[in-house]
């Protein structure tokens, strides 16, 4: 399977974040990146892996956490 590189700019736009988001996971190193001289590419597989990686389940027991105000 072939992956694609991404730019910064669409991984924003995938991510449905500014251009700021994704710059400061490459700058923490959260993400996996590739740099191609002065230009940063990120993987399609790394994006999706992030996502997955921080996705919250919802609680499927039937209970709330939250305590009921009285």
Known sequence: MK?????VDQVAE???TSVRF?????????ITFVKVGRHVRIPESAV???????TVQPVTNGTSRLKAVA
């Open 22 to 30: 994704p710059r400061r996971l490459i700058a923490e190193r959260r």
């Open 48 to 54: 999706e892996a992030f996502i997955a990686d921080h």
């Open 3 to 7: 992956d694609r590189y991404l730019s």
């Open 14 to 16: 995938m991510l449905g």
